[in-house]
């Protein structure tokens, strides 16, 4: 596995515990100030985990924690790069704002989608230049349209009249980005009934309409859904994109920007990110093959699930007849077991309200050949809506015990309550000694 390092900011702080080991110090009450930013560097990730619950347990402290492999963010990056090499990634910021996962994608060279004046002002406290940023909301306050001016980001989007009537107002050398209502039908979240213009009907008129007013429309944007389905969707986008910088052409406006949104899956999925990554170049090359056409995108979950691994501790257990789980009378006589977990529907499987799906968790420590009974995995809020895992034939988990779950980035902390007083996890970040 390596060697163990040691916390080497003790002369800075000699406070600080000069023994504990440097993926710990995220424990250390001196963290908050250490320079080392919490960044964590060891391997192997599974150590990582059983090193955690190790110090957690000497501390007597059963607090989730959230494992953010930094490793994994720059294999996505890789990814990105070899399949969709001419696209500039702008990441979604909504998606996961932690700060440190942030500032990774930024040394990386990512750009970013920020949807608020407070997502904004994130970013560019972090060094970021004004020019790495989409303001990718079509509806904006005036406010922040006037903030986003104040600070150096011009490039917006709209799909609306009262929308350039206001950046008129508020911005004095914009650069525009029109968004169209295009959509993949069968992707799990279509965006196009809130946002976007009609590409036929709306959309040419919007264009003479900011020629009108003197505002610079530099490009088309679209989004066909999260978890889009259909790779083809990006084609008949494109297609749409097309024509509109001919019209657009023709009022005297520049185009050269095609952002082509998100809807990049995260996880493990069908169809493979690949495969839509392949049906994009194939569309580009023959949609746009101008060299001088700047492509952008607004990968979100993309970046942000796969890195994130949550491990909850089991805080409450409750032997049942089975029959209340499995809703068979046939269980009648047998045992089940409902177990309550730290973390639940209220914090980071908040997602899971809408998604419908919550991701299989699987203990850190299991018995290979133990028996297995009907079991049932609740949130800690007193809600009977916070349940995560029902009907799962599981080994026997203790009070104590740990489950882990994989692929929890998107739309997950960014989104979490403190309801009911439980708090969020602790982020701990792994990198391995490589890529330190």
């Known amino acids: 596995m390596g060697q163990w390092k040691f916390c080497p900011w003790q002369e800075q702080l000699p406070k600080r515990d000069p023994t504990r080991f440097v993926h710990l110090s995220i424990l250390c009450e001196y963290a908050e100030s250490c320079p080392l930013n919490g960044v964590q ?5 599974r150590v990582l985990f059983l090193m955690t619950v190790f110090s957690l347990s000497l501390q ?22 070899r399949e969709l090499p001419h696209i500039e990634p702008f990441y979604a910021v909504k998606c996961n704002n932690d700060e440190t996962f942030l500032r990774s994608l930024a040394a990386m060279g990512v750009g970013f989608d920020c949807a608020s004046r ?8 972090l060094g970021v230049s004004p020019d790495r940023i989409v303001y990718a909301h079509p509806c904006k306050s005036p406010s922040f ?37 295009v959509s993949d039908p069968t992707a799990r979240y279509p965006l196009a009934s809130k946002f976007g213009a009609d590409p036929k009907q709306k959309a040419p008129q919007l264009l003479k309409y900011a020629a009108d007013l003197g505002l610079p429309v530099v490009g088309v944007c679209f989004h066909v859904g999260s978890e889009a389905n259909d790779p083809s969707a990006y084609r008949l986008a494109l297609e749409q994109t097309k024509r509109l910088f001919t019209i657009g052409l023709s009022f005297g406006h520049k185009m050269q920007i095609v952002d082509v949104g998100g809807g990049f899956p995260g996880r493990e999925y069908t169809p493979s990110f690949e495969k839509f990554a392949a049906s994009i170049r194939s569309a580009v090359h023959d949609i746009f093959p101008d060299p001088n056409v700047r492509l952008i ?13 949550l491990v909850a501790s089991v805080m409450a257990r ?15 006589s047998s045992t089940g077991h409902m177990y309550y977990i730290n973390d639940g529907v209220y914090g980071n499987f908040i997602c899971g309200l809408t998604d419908n799906y919550y991701p299989p968790g699987r203990p850190l420590f299991d018995d290979e050949n133990g028996e297995l009974f009907p079991s049932l995995i609740w949130g800690p809020t007193c809600d009977s809506h916070d349940r995560l895992e029902d009907n799962k034939m599981m080994r026997r988990l203790e009070v104590g015990d740990w489950i882990i779950y994989e692929d929890m980035g998107a739309y997950t902390s960014a989104v979490s309550t403190t309801f009911n007083g439980f708090q969020r996890p602790t982020p701990i970040y792994f990198i391995s000694e490589s890529r330190w």
């Open 60 to 81: 007597q402290n059963d607090s989730s924690f959230m494992v953010v492999d930094l490793d994994s963010l720059f294999d996505r990056f890789s990814l990105w790069k």
């Open 318 to 332: 409750t032997a049942v007849s089975a029959e209340r789980i499995t809703k068979k009378s046939c269980d009648a």
């Open 145 to 181: 349209i006037s903030h986003a001016y104040n600070h150096g980001v011009d490039l917006l989007t709209f799909d609306n009249h009262e929308e350039l009537n206001k950046i008129a107002v508020h911005q004095t050398c914009p650069q525009l980005l029109l968004r169209i209502a």
């Open 118 to 125: 407070g997502e904004i002002d994130d970013v560019l406290r």
């Open 297 to 309: 995108a607004e990968p979100g979950r993309f970046f942000a699930e796969r890195p994130f691994t």
């Open 41 to 45: 560097c060891t391997r192997p990730l």
